[in-house]
T-cell receptor, first 117, second 112 residues
Framework: EAGVAQSPRYKIIEKRQSVAFWCNPI?????LYWYQQILGQGPKLLIQ????????DSQLPKDRFSAERLKGVDSTLKIQPAKLEDSAVYLC???????????????FGPGTRLTVL | AQSVSQHNHHVILSEAASLELGCNYS??????LFWYVQYPGQHLQLLLK??????LVKGIKGFEAEFIKSKFSFNLRKPSVQWSDTAEYFC??????????FGAGTRLFVKA
């Protein structure tokens, strides 16, 4: 079974530039998550999708971050414009279902390491 | 606000020593509890999980964790660590709103 795929693996940009990250979850997984992991901290949930609907985006800085999951499969996370404090690893995860306790084990991708100069 | 606290940021042990990593959470409702591990150069992966039933859960590679509801704790244990257990360990709590909150992580280094 293929795991969660993410690209790119690394990205270096200057502040005020734009960047986009892509995630392909495990086939059949209804729930997709984007996390931000700043060095020395645990992953922080940015947005959670159930199929192509948003379940939780309370911690997504909506003035600069956006995410979509068209057709309920792949997802894209965008930052526009980037700030220095956005430097982090962006993790994508998926689970069979996010709304039933026994099914919300999350499978993580390798992450995208973003450096904003 | 809901939170997850991991007591130790860095732990150094010798091989064969016993391990206990603390995890406490603040949430009064029903929770699902997880420990994830990230080995050097690898993805985050699930070590073990608790949803209901026996509060002592067994995971992979000889790890176990005990859910103590009265203490809001879910500590991770292993009786004898190996060099290959060197990794970062994250406690995570999924609450009634189905949001998963992670602790800051504990970096474990096992000396051979």
């Amino acid at each position: 079974e293929a795991g969660v795929a993410q690209s790119p693996r690394y990205k270096i940009i200057e502040k005020r530039q734009s960047v986009a990250f892509w995630c392909n979850p495990i086939s059949g997984h209804a729930t997709l998550y984007w996390y931000q992991q700043i060095l020395g901290q645990g992953p922080k949930l940015l947005i959670q999708f159930q199929n192509n609907g948003v379940v939780d985006d309370s911690q997504l800085p909506k003035d600069r971050f956006s995410a979509e999951r068209l057709k309920g499969v792949d997802s894209t996370l965008k930052i526009q414009p980037a700030k220095l404090e956005d430097s982090a690893v962006y993790l994508c995860a998926s689970s069979l279902a996010g709304l039933a306790g026994g099914l919300n084990e999350q499978f993580f991708g390798p992450g995208t390491r973003l450096t904003v100069l | 606000a809901q939170s997850v606290s991991q007591h130790n940021h860095h732990v150094i042990l010798s091989e064969a020593a016993s391990l206990e990593l603390g995890c406490n959470y603040s949430y009064g409702g029903t929770v699902n509890l997880f420990w994830y591990v990230q080995y050097p150069g690898q993805h985050l992966q699930l070590l073990l999980k608790y949803f209901s039933g026996d509060p002592l859960v067994k995971g992979i590679k000889g790890f176990e964790a005990e859910f103590i509801k009265s203490k809001f704790s879910f500590n991770l244990r292993k009786p004898s660590v190996q060099w290959s257990d060197t990794a970062e360990y994250f406690c995570a709590v999924s609450t009634g709103g189905f949001k998963t909150i992670f602790g800051a992580g504990t970096r474990l280094f096992v000396k051979a």
